[in-house]
């Protein structure tokens, strides 16, 4: 689904978006914002690993060639590239770079997490960027950013400006009748091995790869939509892979509908910020005059 209809008024020349995650949320978000005028960059964070690489652009890290929804990403390693690339980039920019390092290149109009860390400590993005917004369960608006967004599916793209997200409740979205059968978990630490690709025709108790040396198996006949990338170290607990049971129906490429939702809320919020910001001012000049 494009999202050029929802990009909104233009960004000025300066604007700088930065978002923690290249998961398919963080992805959809950055077109968004690219399409909007907005330099964009994505920084990487290894928690948790990525599946949904099809529909990410998070594979630009390691130099593969991703065009999501007609967007292109291109990888920089360091600050002064970032500056380079300002001028001459066609797309959106991936990084390992953390959000401190960012800072330094320039302070971010827009920030934020889509890193969708369900469990984590949350920071407090607040006074980190003109604006912040935090995506999922854990954030809450006035104290660890200015406006939350809910991701869980009756409430998906939902914009909080005053309280917080609903916390995570473990239950899985549903997709052609299956819930959270639809994806294998890491049952301990390791390095995850495989050689197959998203998108291909799999079948229970197939072998999709190895964690260690133990065989990790497809728990239904599928479609696979999402795998974490081959040769990642992951920890305990994450997921390793998710198979689509739809059939000829399966989606495992482009911007899913859900991305979609919450691309466009975020878009929302920002334009809701501008017109506070802007009522603000003109109140302000009225009380100087």
Partial sequence: MSNKRHAGKQAGP?????????????????????????????????????????????DALFDDPVVLDGVTAQRADAGLEILTLRTKAKGVIITELGLLDLMIVQTPTILIDARMQKYQVT???????????????????????????????????????????DRPDG???????RGAER???????????TPIEIGTRIFKD????????TPIIA??????????????EVPSGVKLLEVDPRGR?????????????????????????????????????????
């Avoid at 197939?206 to 040396?213: E, P, Q, V």
């Fill in 14 to 58: 300066h604007a700088f978006a930065v978002i923690l995650g290249t998961n398919e949320i963080a992805s959809a978000v950055a077109v968004s914002l690219h399409r909007a005028g907005y330099f964009t960059i994505l920084s990487h964070d290894p928690f948790p690993p990525v599946i949904r690489r099809k529909m990410a652009f998070h």
């Fill in 183 to 193: 994806f294998v978990r890491a049952d301990f630490p390791g390095i995850w091995r």
């Fill in 206 to 213: 197939y072998i999709i790869g190895f964690l260690g040396d």
């Fill in 123 to 165: 920071p407090d993005l607040r006074r980190l960027a003109k604006f912040t917004i935090g995506l999922g369960p854990s954030f809450s608006a006035e104290e660890n950013c200015d406006f939350a967004i809910e991701t869980r599916p009756a409430k998906a793209g939902q914009i909080i400006q005053h309280g917080a997200t």
């Fill in 249 to 289: 129906t399966a989606v495992w490429s482009g911007i899913d509908d859900r991305a979609a939702s919450l691309s466009r809320a975020v878009m929302q919020a920002i334009s809701i910020h501008r017109q506070t910001v802007t009522i603000n001012q003109s109140a302000l000049l009225h009380l100087v005059k």
């Fill in 219 to 232: 728990p239904f006949d599928g479609m696979l939509r999402g795998v974490v990338r081959d040769g990642t």
């Fill in 171 to 177: 239950i899985a979205l549903q997709l052609g009748g």
